[in-house]
């Protein structure tokens, strides 16, 4: 097949293009790098026969040539602090961008596949969060740039599904980690083995017990190639329900970095930031035949190794 996928230089686009390309389908990649990482596609930019990279942002729409089977949306800021810089961004790409790009899969007759967010859950007053969940967002809080342009992105293809009948699929995705994470983005895996492996402080926000649920990356892309190749076009989490308190990651790195000088210290809670977040993922098992496999200390232990010789001091 020919697959489209935006945000192409991100994390977890990056691992979705070697999964697809490993299976003998072309990519096209498009970015803009405004969050992405030019690194993450180094492998396959110019040096992969079956891989293309277009520059450019897709809230203009794309002159595409030729047949496209696939489109997999997986571009705009995720993590807090970029989202938090890049605002507008943010809500024009996960807007104007799931427009254009529904319109591309309108006309190319593929399908077209958005990724959304579990922050479309806000701070749960369900738990754990199943699809049928309406949320609890603050709409205009300093995340609500990102929940509420994915709530739109959401029902921007929910209503090119209804009325224009396009294929569409939509994934929620929780909290994932793994290699090609930018180690200065924010987010509370990366930052805890970026302060491990270089002696700072592990700064951990309010009391620690506000939970996640971390899957790691290489579970999380089957899930998502799962789904677009499945017949379910509702939103379906994508997650790891090993539900954790956050101050439990930061000591679970912290045993696997035992040469770390580093020492846990406590921070006031940023605003809006949710107290629980674990998937129910019943529809992913139902639907997809999906769960995921990588233990929680052996996915951190393959992402300190990746980092070790990369993360060198500096400032954020």
């Not at 991100?10 to 691992?15: E, Q, V, Y």
């Not at 596609?41 to 293309?52: D, E, M, Q, S, V």
């Not at 859950?121 to 969940?133: C, F, K, S």
């Amino acid at each position: 097949m020919r697959i489209l996928i935006s945000g192409a230089a991100g994390f977890l686009a990056s691992h979705l293009s070697d999964l697809l390309l490993g299976q003998g389908h072309e990519v096209v990649g498009v970015d803009n790098f405004l969050t992405g990482k030019p690194q993450n596609i180094a492998h396959l930019r110019g040096k992969h026969p079956a891989y293309t990279f277009i520059e450019g942002d897709v809230i203009d729409p794309l002159n595409f040539e030729g047949p496209l089977d696939r489109i997999y949306h997986m571009a705009s800021p995720a993590s807090p602090l970029g989202y938090g810089k890049h605002q507008i961004a943010t809500l024009k790409v996960n807007s104007q961008g799931t427009w254009n790009l529904l319109e591309l899969a309108e006309a190319k007759n593929a399908r077209f596949l958005m990724a959304s967010t579990s922050e479309c859950y806000g701070d749960p007053a369900v738990h754990p969060q199943r699809e049928e969940y309406w949320g609890n967002v603050n709409p205009i809080g300093l995340r609500s740039m990102y929940d509420e342009a994915k709530r739109f992105g959401e029902a921007c293809t929910m209503a090119y599904n209804r009325e224009r009948k396009v294929d569409t699929r939509i994934i929620r995705i929780f909290n994932t980690y793994g290699p090609r994470m930018d180690p200065y983005d924010g987010r509370v895996v990366i930052s805890f083995i970026r302060q491990a492996l270089n002696n700072e402080p592990m700064t951990v926000f309010g009391n620690g017990m506000q939970t996640r649920s971390l899957c790691y990356v290489s579970d999380l892309i089957i899930g998502i190639q799962l789904t677009m190749e499945g017949d379910f076009c509702e939103p379906i989490n994508l997650g790891n329900p090993d539900e954790v308190p956050i101050l439990q990651i930061a000591r679970d790195v912290l045993g696997l970095v035992p040469q770390s000088r580093s020492q846990i210290t406590f921070h006031p809670m940023p605003p809006d930031d949710p107290r629980l977040r674990c998937p129910d993922i019943t529809r992913a098992r139902q639907v997809l035949g999906w769960s995921p496999k990588v233990p929680r200390k052996e996915g951190l232990a393959k992402m300190i190794e990746f980092y070790r010789d990369q993360l060198i001091d500096r400032k954020s």
